[in-house]
């Protein structure tokens, strides 16, 4: 049955006449490399779509042997090499070396699959380095990772803190863990922290007081939470990871593209730069004080004069005279400062000239003749036909007083049903939509992995494991019986050959 969802999947791709791959990897429970492989591509209606066609055992992760395996796989299925037009994987240091050679070793049969670096990762990247070079952020995230483990992992202390719950009449909301892979998801943790802080202080207290084993590991996270500089970290990630997060969960939808990629990037970044100021510093200073007073948290005090470091615009005469202004140049500053840098040159990596000449063509935002040309000498248009359609087209679009940007173009392309007529933009418009942005919907068929090849199904056979997965992920394409057991007929009336029921 997995095999016929797969069939059906490989007919919609090879409909669409370009595709994208998306691959990544992980261990089983057996601890074997399994490698996910994802294809992105349009239907005739130009929806995009992301479709799981298996899981794939390797017992090498280097460039010449996923290569080999993923060239093998699609071959195998019948889809042309040449047909790619987008790569995505996993840039994750380990890996990244490995991912470059499989990206290469693909373009050098087909230069027109670009590699894209999964933006989600990109944006991981940027969260980490602020925990890397701020140590009270990091010191904060290893506090919250100490909570959590003390109280949350364990039952015993976990039924401790519901009962403080009811006891304070608060939402019996659990803990959250740190995800170690979706720096952007901490936000749910430093969240859960916030609304539960009186009830984890409290559960703490009682711990310390009564439990004579683990009473002095209460007393130490007593100290560490009860501290103005845990507090001062917590609120700020808060106020990044809102931030960050929307943009996370974006770069994780399937139907994300360049333009609004670059839309929402753009827009986060002149947030975090709207905190970069004194009078935000205020605001956010007011609320946290407002937050440790309430909370019986003491600031603390500055014991000597502290210089302000030079990359701050500091220098020899200048000194911190006041907490506030320690705390805004140690951290408030440096925080976004790093944040904020890091995506503008992190996310420079991502910008593809003939991703930028698409864009512009598409929207006739900016667009120039170099483009249009870019976009014709890439993907063998006739550059007169290309320019006509999109004369008459942008002349359509303005009569209709329909901005000029890529969504607000394509629905109007779309409703007007111009498939048919604008041949070339059409052909554009799949290409475009087809490159992935991420590569997280190979990272979601891990979940599945995980629930299927259990303690108790370990033994099961790679394709078994396979349509099994198939299945499970791609269960909205409808079931073909009479086709199935016609199949199973045919193949079990030959000698020594039986069909996979999954």
Known sequence: MGINVLSQIIDNVKNAGVYSVIMDETQDLKKHEQVSIVLRYCDKQ????ENFIGFYKTEKMDGETLSYLLKNTLQGLGLKIENIRGQCYDGAASMRGSYSEVAKRIQDENKLALYVHCHA????????????????????????????TFIGASSKRNSVFEKVQKELNVSNSTLKSLSDTRWSYRIESIRSVLTNFNSIISTLEHINETDSIHGSDASSLLKNIQDFEFIFCLKLMKQVLQLTNSLSIHFQKKNANYSSVGIL???TLLELESLRNDDSYKLFWTKTEQFATKEDIRLPDITRKRKIPSRFGGGEATTINNIS???????????????????????????ITILNALQCSLSN?????ENILEVCNTYDI??????????LF???????DIPENFENRLNFFLSKDLIGSFENMYKIFKIYLSIPMSFASSERSFS?????????????????LSNIAILNIENMYPMNFDKIIDQFSAESTQRGRRLQLI
């Not at 503008?344 to 990596?349: G, I, Q, V, W």
């Not at 942008?394 to 209709?400: A, E």
């Open 46 to 49: 130009l929806n995009v779509l």
């Open 121 to 148: 990762h990109i944006l991981n990247l940027c969260v980490v380095d602020v925990c890397g070079k701020v140590a009270p952020i990091r010191n904060m995230f290893g506090t919250l990772n100490k909570i959590y």
């Open 265 to 267: 990037t753009n827009a």
């Open 325 to 351: 202004s320690y705390f805004k140049v140690s951290i408030y500053f440096p925080v976004l400062d790093i944040i904020i840098n890091d995506i503008k040159t992190k996310f420079e990596e991502n910008n």
């Open 365 to 369: 935002k900016n667009c120039s003749d």
């Open 382 to 391: 006739i550059i007169d036909d290309f320019k006509a359609e999109l004369k």
């Open 394 to 400: 942008s002349k359509m679009c303005l009569s209709s």
């Open 448 to 464: 599945s992995l995980r629930r299927l090849k259990t303690f108790t199904r370990n033994t099961i056979v790679q394709e078994g």
